[in-house]
């Protein structure tokens, strides 16, 4: 029994609470945190956690009691834990796993345990209807079943606790209506897959070559997903550079099921079928991409794993024939897996609907920052499952897994002239003024001077495409943004990979559809407002180890006595609450380094103003 002074956790009525790391017993007590609560801040000696129904239904699924989590709650908190939180842990946990959802040749049905439960479904006004009930003693054989009229049953004279199975949709697109209903009555869906079992979706040969190393924070996700011989639905959230795409693959190996990877971008989906051919035994032929420009050589999208991108599926203009023959062959499909890379996306109107056109037995997500600015992040718990695994970018770092970053904010003093345009003019030229702020450039171009001959390698990133060329056509540096060819930016990559002391300058594209392992500086001159996602998946891209055990540098330029310091300061919070320190730098001028600055040539202050000016008219 861990004694009062040193028991290192305080929880309050509303589910907070407050872990002292500093304590005892650290990697168990922060192991059972992330498995019953979400984690909030996580910095070097306090760590912040809150207790969710999203996260009490993701310690149920993973066989942790009500009991238990009560027990062990009480051994590590210092103050006495109130009947509302007991509650609270009660009345989320009792009724999970009560209700499923499954998918049998190609149509789903609803498992429930008691006929009390479906007394609650049929009474209800959204979920009521002419449904057809089904009695089962196992829910994992429905087959050879007669459908009885539910208006014709009275099912009032059943026993309790007989099990039962009703077929209650037919276009699967309602489905997240259904689930997101099921939330709000406090029953929701339990999503299990008994792959071992399905004899219906086909088989695949596929296992991990032996010189796969699975980590252990990778082999803890997966321990998450995988219990009992079954697969559970979820998200998995692992930093930028840390292998959530070897999770995703070990996934495939373990279910052994044909598999649809779903990603963002046409170069994630690459990226995918080359990682899938180099860690697995599986053949290249037996894996095929379906995205814009590839199809047309494919006459037929059968194959064990496809590749495709959010857009190709979710997209509802005119298609060619051949498009529409491809795409409806997915649809029609039943799959044993579907992978959501950078699930983040899917809460957007557009991408949604990718969940409601797939008929999938288990959803696995995968993402390094779980965060939207439009409040819709909680969406995701019902239109794929809860979160299952988080791990801690600092653990990681320590660990030799993450390269250490430093991180700093330069403030860059804005001219007079530039100024007086910035507080008169619209937003899109405050924007541009900001990013073009002439002492900006000045210090952009000395900290690519400096890291170049270093033999770093340098990722400028920029939003705005106009600030991005400008910057990039006066050192004469390469620059990748939306517009950039295909065979183009390969090439440039190439001899960015190839070579140290290089510089790219790149536009949001490179958020997260492009896997640079060997870089390990940024600066960031234009961001996309205050998006706490964007700043961290940037840091993200400098994060993996490097071969010459090379620190991380992150580096963001922001106009002074602009909007760009408020909005860096939003942008910061999500990683300040990982752990990471923003060294502020208000005055470059003081650093011996900055003397070369009067030396430096540039363009006239009032030639960029005017080029400013005239092409925001």
Known sequence: MIKHNIKPLWLFNDGYIIFETFNCFLIEIEDFLV?????????????????????????VTSGIKSDDIIYSLKKLVKNKISKVVKNMIYYCTKLYGKIQLILHLNDYYIYLQSFKILKIFLNDKILGGNHYLIFLNNPNKISNIKFKNLDRLNYKDKSDNINCCFSFLEHTYEIEALKRRCIELDFPLLEEYDFSNDSFVPNIKIELKSNVIVRKYQEKALSK???????????????????????????????????????????????????????????????????????????????????????????GGQRAKLSASLLREIKEREWGMVILDEVHVVPANIFRKVLGLLKTNCKLGLTATLLREDRKVGDIGFLIGPKLFEANWLD???????????????????????????????????????????????????????????????????DNVFALRSYATKIKRAFIYGATGSYERMKILKNFQDHEGETLFISRIGDTSIDLPEANVILQISSHYGSRRQEAQRLGRILRPKTKSKNAFFYSLISSSTEEIYYSSKRQQFLISQGYDFKTITNFESFNISKKLNQHESLKKTEILSQILYNNK
């Not at 702020?437 to 390698?457: F, Q, S």
Request: glycine letters at 4%; charged letters at 20%; proline letters at 3%.
């Open 396 to 462: 990681l770092e320590k660990s030799g897994f993450l390269a250490y970053a430093k991180c700093a904010e330069i403030y860059c003093k804005m001219p007079s002239e530039f100024y007086m345009n910035y507080l008169i003019q619209n937003n899109s030229t405050r924007q541009l003024l900001c990013a073009l702020n002439p002492n900006k450039a000045k210090i952009c171009d000395l900290l690519i001077k400096y890291h170049e001959n270093r033999g770093d390698r340098i990722l400028v990133f920029s």
């Open 225 to 315: 997903m995988f219990n009992k011989g079954r697969a559970r639905s979820g998200v998995i959230v692992l930093p930028c550079g840390s292998g959530k795409t070897i999770v995703g693959i070990s996934a495939t190996s373990i279910i052994k099921k044909t598999t649809l990877v779903v990603c963002n971008s046409s170069v994630s989906v690459d990226q995918w079928r080359r990682q899938y051919i180099k860690w697995t035994s599986i053949s290249s032929t037996r894996i095929k991409n379906f995205v814009s420009g590839e199809f047309a050589f494919l006459d037929s999208i059968v194959a064990e794993i496809v590749v495709t991108t959010y857009s190709m599926i979710s997209f």
């Open 35 to 59: 498995s019953i609560s979400e984690p909030v801040v996580r910095t070097k000696l306090i760590h912040e956690y809150v207790l969710t129904p999203y996260s009490l239904y993701a310690a």
